[in-house]
């Protein structure tokens, strides 16, 4: 009985958790995508429903400038999160 108490432990559920996340996270961007700017920094605007290409790059542009704006994408962290991450230089 002692050997399963690891497996129902808090540090193996987080390490679980930890790994998950990271998959998850990984297979969120599309896969010819990255999360990163090429240039300037990365912002990124939580909860959009609905979020597409075309809908986040316009949430980009119309709240930080047009000419500030390289690029927007739809990011999926978690099942239920959505995150519109903005690149401006």
């Known amino acids: ?3 399963f108490s690891i497996i129902f432990s808090p540090f193996f559920f987080g390490l ?3 790994i998950l996340l990271a998959f998850i996270t990984e297979g969120g961007v599309n896969a010819n995508e990255q ?3 090429e240039t300037g ?4 605007y939580t909860n959009m429903a609905n ?5 986040c790059q316009s949430y980009c542009q119309d709240t ?3 000419s500030s ?5 739809c990011f999926y962290p978690a099942p239920n999160a959505v995150v519109c991450f903005c690149c401006v230089s």
């Not at 704006?69 to 994408?73: A, E, K, L």
């Open 41 to 44: 920094r990365g912002i990124g």
């Open 35 to 37: 999360l990163y700017c």
């Open 1 to 3: 009985m002692a050997k």
């Open 51 to 55: 979020c597409s290409k075309n809908s």
């Open 16 to 18: 679980l958790l930890v």
């Open 69 to 73: 704006v390289t690029s927007g994408r």
């Open 64 to 66: 930080y400038g047009r």
